[in-house]
Nanobody
Framework: QVQLQESGPGLVKPSQTLSLTCTVSGGSITADSYYWAWIRQPPGKGLEWMGTKAYSGSTYYSPSLKSRMSISRDTSKNQFTLQLSSVTPEDSAVYYC????????????????WGQGTQVTVSS
């Protein structure tokens, strides 16, 4: 059974960099044909795909966030990390990591695995 767990600070000040790590168990982040994504859901809004790290190491970003974010991975720890710079209160959301079969994630699909999500609030 694949399990994903998000970790990181729940409160970030405006203009700082948000950093979240997803720790994966039960499956390798380098396993063929799987993608490892970050998705967020602001309060009262729908899911927003942020970016994806492929099994191959390739990285894909949402155009709207590309200039502010990066996704890296540590294969020795089976983790992948999101960094989002210059945050504003509009970046407050529940942040999810997920294993998917698609690069762009717009909804949960059968066979996907998601973490439970972590609330991040941007406030001074």
């Amino acid at each position: 059974q694949v399990q994903l767990q998000e970790s990181g600070p729940g409160l970030v000040k405006p203009s700082q960099t948000l950093s979240l790590t997803c720790t994966v168990s039960g499956g390798s982040i380098t396993a063929d044909s799987y993608y490892w994504a970050w998705i967020r859901q602001p309060p009262g809004k729908g899911l927003e795909w942020m970016g994806t790290k492929a099994y191959s190491g390739s990285t894909y970003y949402s155009p709207s966030l590309k200039s502010r974010m990066s996704i890296s991975r540590d294969t020795s720890k089976n983790q992948f990390t999101l960094q989002l710079s210059s945050v504003t209160p509009e970046d407050s959301a529940v942040y999810y990591c997920a294993r998917t079969r698609e690069v762009v994630v717009t909804t949960r699909l059968p066979g996907d695995y998601w973490g439970q999500g972590t609330q991040v609030t941007v406030s001074s």
